[in-house]
């Protein structure tokens, strides 16, 4: 049974950082790309951040580029979302997700196989 498990939500002010991470079980987490996406209240799920299996690509939404870091720990289990200069427009439900199958794009929310439960990251103004 796979389970991912979010944690490191809260409120921030703008100009705020916050660490994300998601505890995996269930799979070994080096075999496995990963990805990092976010829903507004009203708005379809988006893409965030992705990290490769072999763990040196990543990829990021423009909206975040350059302001948020994807990384992993493969021996701990744990993807992590570094979040600095955060924005009001950051605010969302942020849930990670886990894909199987290799060579899928990890911008697309249908390429991943199991999703964690969400945190709530709320930015003030």
């Known amino acids: 049974q796979v389970q991912l498990v979010e944690s490191g939500g809260g409120l921030v002010q703008a100009g705020g950082s916050l660490r994300l991470a998601c505890a995996v079980s269930g799979r070994t987490l080096s075999s496995y790309s990963m990805g990092w996406f976010r829903q507004a209240p009203g708005k379809e799920r988006e893409f965030v951040a992705a990290?490769?299996?072999?763990?040196?690509?990543?990829n990021y939404a423009d909206s975040v580029k350059g302001r948020f870091t994807i990384s992993r720990d493969n021996a701990k289990n744990t993807v992590y979302l570094q979040m600095s200069n955060l924005k009001p427009e950051d605010t969302a439900v942020y849930f990670c997700a886990l894909v199987i199958s290799r060579g899928r794009d990890l911008r697309r929310r249908g390429s991943y196989d199991y999703w964690g439960q969400g945190t709530q990251v709320t930015v003030s103004s």
């Open positions: 990290v490769h299996w072999r763990g040196a690509n990543t």
